[in-house]
């Protein structure tokens, strides 16, 4: 099998492709300068020239504030990009695994949400994620949808880091304590794409760590397990102004892996323990 990794240059795509190439599965890494998600043509002709069996599709516009301004970009890039790349795939008889989030729910009250709930995004972002759902779906018949939730991965930025940065300058950072969720390590979140993309069983499905925390407990654990000082003033989200509103509950029931014989990922203080060993910490 020969399997195209969009985003390679980010921190899912990257952990993706290693844990291909780890189990010697022939895979092509696509970033920005082979791919641009925003041109439809060069979706086109890449994806015929590689001809892949699969595509795991882990690049996207992600950032979710900006997102809130530059609309039609964010849009290009993950809906109409995401719908490109699903027609392709559908014409060369491809499988898609595209990765999703969280923020397609609306996040209300404290359940899980399940893979059959009905979404309804807050922001830009979430409903650009949305959209390219139901393009996967509409275009596809052999495809995965993975939505996951707060990623850190060592090969880019994301909130674990964030607070790495901030715990060496400050003696206090204000986190919010309202929003509530469980962090994704890209490295674990790969092992399973790439067992997923291996099988026929396509459908929905919902991946994160094991356990949830608050935006402010996670930065509290990681600066008791990285050994910095700073501490962590708890806040709400009312008081933290943003330009994109997110959910305040993205606890995501994940039944479906167990449906589907996959294995959930391992705790997400012990993926936290490791992602910190893994950059030096």
């Known amino acids: 099998m020969n399997i195209l990794v969009t985003g390679i240059t980010g921190q899912l795509g990257y952990d993706v492709a290693k844990c291909l190439n780890a189990r010697e599965i022939p ?13 439809g043509i060069c979706i086109r002709q890449y994806i015929q020239k590689v001809r892949p069996d699969a595509v795991i ?15 039609e970009l964010c849009r290009a890039v993950n809906v109409e990009g995401t719908k490109h790349i699903a027609a392709v795939c559908q014409e060369l008889g491809a499988k898609l695994l595209f990765v999703s989030t969280e923020y397609v729910f609306p996040g209300e009250g404290d359940g899980y949400y399940r893979t059959t709930d009905a979404t309804a995004p807050l922001n830009v972002y979430g409903e650009s994620k949305r959209d390219a759902e139901l393009a996967v779906a509409e275009c596809m018949e052999r495809y995965f949808i993975v939505r996951i939730s707060c990623a850190f991965g060592a090969h880019g ?27 994704t390590y890209t490295v674990d979140l790969a092992e399973l794409l790439c067992d997923m993309v291996m099988t026929e069983k396509y459908g929905v499905y919902h991946a994160t760590n094991e356990g949830v925390c608050s935006f402010a ?14 501490k962590i003033i708890p806040i709400l989200a009312k008081d933290y102004p943003s330009p994109a509103i997110r959910p305040k509950n993205s606890r995501l029931d994940k039944s479906s892996l167990d449906c589907a014989g996959f294995c959930r990922l391992p705790e997400w203080k012990d993926a936290l323990r490791r992602y910190l060993k893994e950059i030096g910490v």
Do not use: W
């Open 217 to 230: 407990e996670l930065a509290q654990e990681v600066m008791r397990q990285a050994g910095l000082s700073a």
């Open 27 to 39: 895979c092509v890494g696509a970033g920005r300068a082979e791919l641009d998600l925003a041109d």
């Open 57 to 71: 599709h882990c690049a996207a516009y992600t950032d979710v504030n900006r997102a809130q301004s530059e609309r």
């Open 157 to 183: 930025k994301n909130f674990v880091s964030t607070m790495l940065k901030l715990g060496r300058e400050k003696e206090e950072i204000r986190v919010v304590c309202d929003q509530i969720g469980s962090p």
